[in-house]
């Protein structure tokens, strides 16, 4: 079969998760790429088309949309856009989200050789990347955190030893949550809970001009409110809240990486997945608001899945330009991401950090993906314990409460290593992107078994922050 070696606009036709060296040395063939394609999710006759200029798609948006039968659901304008764009003369185009009657690959065909367009690829299907475990697991509870004295798991991120010399964080350090939403009023989150502090509440007015209306703890991308938790379901975010900032030295439940630190969701995944569009806006949100002066030094993304997306990377570099670290689950497909790209965490943006998952005993975990160049770093994500809502009460009587479980998943992993990038960025007021992710790359703890596996080829150690 005919080999395919123009990877850009094939790329732009399907979306094909490779790059142009992985083309030409796997020797992928066209329907090996269509098979990639088709073994992806994606919203049915929904497309991403980019202009190359804004001027090119005001004068030719409807003449487009005919030719593919397609109608406008949004365009996906947001500040970081606008700010980006300007910065570069306002030369980008506009970025449409459409629906078109004649599904996705046969539109994106019909608009692969039109010189106005910069791409146009499926609007993908995220998952979290998780698997729940028995919730009354007793073996190995926060061994994540351990300090590996004392009788504690020699494998854990070294928090212990971190809080024991006082460095537990600050209300000063922000980080991004993109997931589902997370319990912000849970007994070990709520005094973690950040605000945005340029929207007020309750007054029904986009007070900071984001185009949202009191995004006071973030904003939910999936229903388009500003309700961020809406209930048991919710129960990756919150888990992942946990390990990151669940607040220490109260005798409640779980301690996060970082005892002391500012949490904000931006809720993209509902029921049935999340999409690239919603993604791109959360992305941007906490770019929106880095921009504006507050100190978000990272985003935690426990999510994946889908294809290459140009527009959902241009986003990833935009919040890289503003000083924030992409943190990424690896996958748990337990394959290796340098023969298969996995994205989010496979794009080769510089602010982006891939995580794999180790177990108790210090083995990769049997789930997690690898990469001796796409992933940088392995965290504990096995038999992880953290915080999660829970249904007190039966039927019309029933609420939400606080409650503790146990998950397994390289989500689980990631948010150690963003729990780090606090630390870090508490200790280090100023510090770059740049330069906290060396910080946690350099300090990474040699392991045997993320040994030619992980870039780094060991696991998060943050005693030495």
């Known amino acids: 079969m005919?080999?395919?070696?123009?990877v850009l606009s094939f790329s732009a036709l399907l979306g094909v998760a490779a790059s142009c060296t992985d083309v030409i040395e796997n020797e992928m063939t066209v329907s090996d790429a269509v098979e990639r394609v088709a073994q992806q999710e994606f919203v049915p006759g929904q497309l991403l088309i980019k202009y190359k200029t804004t001027t090119a798609g005001s004068r030719l948006s409807q003449d487009i949309l005919d030719m593919i039968q397609a109608n406008v659901?949004?365009?996906?304008?947001?500040?970081?856009?606008?700010?980006?764009?300007?910065?570069?003369?306002?030369e980008s185009g506009d970025l449409l989200l459409v629906q078109s009657n004649l599904g996705t690959m046969e539109a994106i065909e019909r608009l692969r050789n039109m010189p106005e367009i910069e791409y146009a690829e499926p609007n993908w299907i995220y998952q979290h990347y998780a698997t729940s475990d028995d919730p009354y697991f007793t073996g190995g509870q926060l061994w994540g955190m351990s300090a590996g004295?004392?009788?504690?798991?020699?494998?854990?991120s070294r928090a212990a030893t971190a809080w024991a010399a006082d460095k537990i964080g600050s209300s000063s350090v922000y980080i991004g949550i993109i997931d589902e939403g997370y319990m912000y009023t849970h007994e070990d989150l709520a005094a973690n809970a950040g605000v945005n502090p340029y929207e007020i509440d309750g007054n029904g007015i986009d007070d900071d001009g984001n185009g949202l209306i009191d995004d006071v703890y973030g904003w939910d991308f999936a229903s388009n409110d500003k309700t961020v938790f809406d209930g048991t379901g919710d129960d990756h975010g919150t888990h992942v809240a946990g390990t990151i900032g669940?607040?220490?030295?109260?005798?409640?439940?779980?301690?996060?990486v970082v005892w002391n630190v500012k949490m904000l969701g931006a809720k993209f995944l509902g029921s049935q997945g999340g999409t690239t569009a919603n993604a791109i806006k959360a992305v941007d949100y906490f770019t929106n608001l880095k921009n504006k002066g507050l100190n978000i030094v990272a985003t935690n993304n426990s999510w994946g899945g889908g294809g290459f997306s140009q527009a959902l990377k241009d986003a990833i570099d935009r919040a890289g330009s503003a000083g924030i670290l992409f943190v990424a689950a690896a996958g748990n497909s337990g394959t290796n991401n340098d023969a298969t790209a996995s994205y989010p965490s496979g794009y080769t943006s510089a602010n982006i950090i891939a995580v794999a998952s180790i177990t108790s005993s210090g083995a990769l975990s049997s789930f997690s993906q690898y990469g001796a160049t796409t992933v940088d770093i392995g965290a504990p994500g096995s038999a992880i314990w953290s915080t999660v809502p829970v249904a007190v009460?039966?039927?019309?009587?029933?609420?939400?409460?606080?409650?503790?479980a146990s998950y397994n998943g390289t989500s689980m992993a990631t948010p150690h290593v963003t729990g780090a990038v606090a630390l870090y960025a508490s200790l280090n007021p100023g510090a770059s992107a740049a330069t906290i992710k060396n910080a946690i790359m350099s300090s990474a703890t040699a392991t045997p078994s993320l040994n030619g596996k992980v870039v780094s080829n060991g696991r998060l150690n943050v005693s030495g922050f």
């Open 246 to 256: 669940g607040v220490g030295g109260n005798s409640i439940g779980v301690a996060g």
């Open 73 to 90: 659901v949004e365009e996906i304008k947001t500040g970081a856009m606008e700010l980006a764009n300007a910065r570069k003369g306002g």
């Open 2 to 6: 005919r080999k395919l070696y123009s």
């Open 149 to 156: 004295s004392n009788g504690g798991n020699q494998f854990g």
């Open 393 to 404: 009460g039966k039927g019309k009587n029933a609420t939400v409460g606080s409650g503790y």
